[in-house]
């Protein structure tokens, strides 16, 4: 207990340590607890920081920062007009079209699939195995005693002879029918207790869609709202930038050389890292589409575009995305060769992008080992849902900083040596 103490005290008596600290925690909480109200100004900062990399760019080629600032603006607003009223509507054009045509057919198909794969579990476990023990007993008998057991018999050559019916063995035929109407009987209810379960999920999925659809229409509002109001708060954050910051500097120490160092190698590793990402995901995306429409697949657009933000979830995502695949894939193609190929086209393109494009885009943002960012994923993705996923390669960047950065005592390494 008293090390803890005097590490604590060591620690806490350094005055770079402790703002490090506090900004951190600061930033962290209020993330954590005011994260649902300040959502739009946290959007419009994390806009503006990527959007601010671009206009340092051309500032760099002598290009007015107001100039550059209005130029890569309209770009953005163009980019948000398409997302908004081209992309967006045809994903719900088509994710509509999917689900009234698409959907019955494939719940349908399996549910034959299933249908069809316990009736040969029932005729496998109620006949094919009792026959077989049978017969094994029958020839372990003839093999002792064959003067016995007359080999003429008919009910041994029913049991070899008859696959429909390979129960008879030496049994009354009445009582073999009995029999077997009693085996279809339970088969029929058993099959039919499954497939009343599978409706009733399936209803209860779609009463839960459709709840939620009703519940999110007055959140409509809410994003036509964000749709205004963070354009306007990404301008007039690049527009002031140097002001924001200079008044933020104003509540801290003028000794910072720790933040700043730890703030230098977070910007540079999470600027590559989100610009990476992003142009990783359009090229995936892209691919993936012009792939899946020379196939003919269905729902293309909506398929290819969670393929391309699959790649936000390393080492799972794509792995994930062979499910709704294969299921497209059987329901369209069943079992040919253009379904087989299909499989082979989407494991080239995960394969293309996991040894090739993702090196080249991504080489210089991060050297975390795949351990540590499933772990990030897992932590941040829970604590923020879909943006603790995509910045948690950035947040883990950060941590490995501060701990690279950590000032070590000298007494540790003196003591260690």
Known sequence: MDLIKDWLKRQLSNPQIVLLATLVISVFLTIFFLGDFLAPILASVVIAYLLDGIIMRFQRRGVPRLMALCGVFLLFLLSVFLLSFVVFPSLVTELDKFVRNDVPGIVKNISNNMKSGYQRYEYLRNRRLPALFSAQSLSAVQSTSDDETPKDSEGAVEIYSDDENPEVFFDDPESTGKRSSTTEAETATSYANLTNKVEAELTEFGRKA???????????????????LVPVLVFFILKDKESILSWFSRFLPHDRTLTRQVWEEVNVQTSNYVRGKFWEVMIVWSVTYITFKLFGLRA????SLFVGLSVLVPYVGATLMYIPIIILGYYQFGMSSAFVWLLVAYSIIQVMDGNVLAPILLSEATSLHPIAIIAAILLFGGLWGFWGVFFAIPLATLINSIIKAWPIDMDDTSSTS
């Open 300 to 303: 293309t657009l909506l398929v």
């Open 210 to 228: 459709l709840t939620f659809s009703i519940s999110s229409l007055k959140n409509v509002v809410v994003w036509m709202l964000y749709l205004v």
